[in-house]
């Protein structure tokens, strides 16, 4: 009913006038096409960035959410202004296809880096733990692990100072992804941590040496 309306007025214009509206009208089109896509970018930026402020994330994290989600858009903006430019559907189709094979691959290549990457969002949201707190990592309820006091969370890593070092000037860094998968013991920032839970720490090589020496009493030969 539309179309039939348009051609309508259409005829009522000048040939001069038809001849532009060919080029007008898909003009038009890819205009609108770049603006809306421009416009939901700008607001799923805001809303990312409110919900950052929300949840102190870390602006390393914001940056590259905020580009994939920009990429996708676009991308899709793109298959639209090719559409309107008279790209066929098969072609479009084809292509979208080829890309999305290539993003599969790339994102079971990069699987442990963007496991991480996730695991620092439930981290940054969820908070198990936070900067300053003491942790521990268990293979199971009784089995010691990994511990220490939490001193920086980035995108990969969780980097733990290491109580049980013997120069005490040791870090541990444990992926983000292997946080959700141990039993995690965990000391508030704060709360003092029990004296028994810290494994002690083997004494000097030289004492060692000097009682080890001193302990036993061989015979003595003429």
Known sequence: MASNKLQKYQ?????????WLDVIVPALHIVLIVVVAWLVQRLLRKLLNGMAERYSLPHALLVPAIGVIRWLIFSAALLLVLERLGVS??????????????????????????????????????GPF???DTIELLDTAEK?????????????????EDFNSPSGQSLLQIPNALV???????????????????RPVPPSGGAATTESAAAPKGASFP
């Open 180 to 198: 959700f998968q141990r039993v995690l013991r965990r000391w508030p920032a704060g709360v003092p941590v029990p004296q028994g839970k810290l």
């Open 89 to 126: 559907a098969t072609v479009l189709w084809s292509a979208f296809t080829g890309f999305a094979t290539v993003g599969a691959v790339a994102f079971f290549a990069a699987w442990s880096v963007l496991s991480n990457l996730f695991c620092a969002l439930l981290i940054f949201t969820v």
């Open 130 to 132: 936070r900067v300053g």
């Open 144 to 160: 010691p692990g990994a511990k220490g006091r939490v001193i920086d969370i980035n995108l990969l890593y969780t980097t733990l």
């Open 11 to 19: 005829t009522h214009l000048p040939d001069w006038v038809q001849d």
